[in-house]
């Protein structure tokens, strides 16, 4: 085995953080696992890891061959993409990350086309509702919602999106209709936890007016479907992006509270990191994925929009 294999397999490993997923991601059992890391602490002279029954950490010597030798595989993905070109054909593995709603709904879909039109490329998607780190966790492509991340990787707005305040007609005619921010404390509200976004507090801002309302409710989930069918079923107020609730909107299942208020930005982006040369496969995506959204950015943002 050459170095640059074991440093992929061992970065691999610590990705995953167990021996029992570095083996099914790779087809092959946990003693071959085990025999191959043995045998690359043999071959360095130092232990690399300590493991457990149940999972692994680094060693001293662990962190710096990780943190050098995914520098170095960097490197040389870099130089053979600058070899190889812009134009050379799509393949090999592409690790794509999502959030849960919008994943699994918008994307795994289009991802079915997309492999269809690629076969030479694997895609492997990771739904979550925490936030990722794209370099850390060596991500190709992460479709983000909301605002922006930072300056070291390159952003482009897939779609135009927008949070809204929403709830059954029924709960809304029990209830009563809120005519301003502060009056959503005296209603019941659903949460979504969503990120690291403070739980129970909504931002709501009108031009130059900002609110910052703590609001409550019985009912929280990190499942926007969840969250949408205790809307649906009068338990309250939710927050939401348009492109969950648009349908549910035109179907006038359910109504928008405070229209003429605006919620933190929700516009969803294709985030990848910054290089001069963009691999094939990531760049096919990117720009295959651009396609398919063409229709929506063309239309616009209207709360009964295109979704």
């Known amino acids: 085995m050459d170095g640059f294999s074991d440093l992929a397999f061992f970065a691999l490993v610590a990705r995953l953080g167990t021996l029992a997923a570095a083996a099914q991601e790779l087809g092959i059992t946990p003693p071959a696992v085990s025999k191959r890391l043995a045998a690359l602490?043999?071959?360095?002279?130092?232990?690399?890891?300590?493991?457990?029954?149940?999972r692994i950490s680094l060693t001293p010597e662990?962190?710096?061959?990780?943190g050098e030798g995914a520098r170095v595989l960097d490197e040389l993905e870099t130089l053979e993409r600058t070899v190889a070109g812009s134009r050379a054909s799509p393949k090999g593995v592409l690790r794509v990350s999502a959030t849960l709603g919008f994943g699994r709904r918008?994307?795994?879909?289009?991802?079915?086309?997309?492999?269809?039109?690629?076969?030479?490329?694997?895609?492997?998607?990771?739904?979550?509702?925490?936030?990722?780190?794209?370099?850390?966790?060596r991500f190709?492509?992460?479709i983000r919602v909301g605002e922006l991340p930072d300056a070291r990787l390159t952003a482009r707005r897939l779609a135009l999106n927008r949070r809204l305040l929403c709830?059954?007609?029924?709960?809304?005619?029990?209830?009563?209709?809120?005519?301003?921010?502060?009056?959503?404390?005296?209603?019941?509200?659903?949460?979504?936890?969503?990120?690291?976004?403070?739980?129970?507090?909504?931002?709501?801002?009108?031009?130059a007016k900002h609110e910052t309302v703590k609001v409550r409710g019985a009912l929280s989930s990190n499942d926007g479907e969840s969250a949408l069918?205790?809307?649906?079923?009068?338990?309250?107020?939710?927050?939401?992006?348009q492109w969950d609730a648009a349908d549910l909107l035109r179907e006038k299942r359910l109504a928008v509270v405070l229209a003429d208020w605006?919620?933190?930005?929700?516009?969803?982006?294709?985030?990848?990191?910054?290089?001069?040369?963009?691999?094939?496969k990531t760049r096919a995506l990117v720009d295959y994925l651009f396609d398919a959204f063409e229709p929506q950015r063309r239309k616009g943002s209207a709360v009964l929009g295109p979704w």
């Open 41 to 54: 602490e043999r071959r360095l002279g130092v232990r690399l890891m300590n493991r457990t029954t149940r």
């Open 62 to 66: 662990g962190e710096l061959y990780l």
């Open 106 to 137: 918008r994307i795994a879909p289009l991802l079915s086309g997309f492999a269809r039109a690629y076969p030479e490329v694997e895609v492997q998607l990771h739904l979550s509702d925490r936030p990722v780190n794209l370099v850390e966790q």
């Open 140 to 142: 190709d492509l992460q």
């Open 167 to 207: 709830a059954a007609p029924a709960y809304l005619a029990a209830a009563g209709v809120p005519a301003s921010p502060r009056e959503l404390q005296q209603h019941r509200c659903i949460f979504l936890r969503e990120g690291d976004e403070t739980f129970g507090t909504w931002h709501l801002h009108q031009g």
């Open 229 to 241: 069918a205790w809307a649906l079923d009068g338990h309250g107020i939710l927050m939401r992006s």
């Open 262 to 280: 605006s919620l933190p930005p929700a516009d969803i982006y294709l985030v990848f990191q910054t290089r001069q040369h963009l691999s094939a």
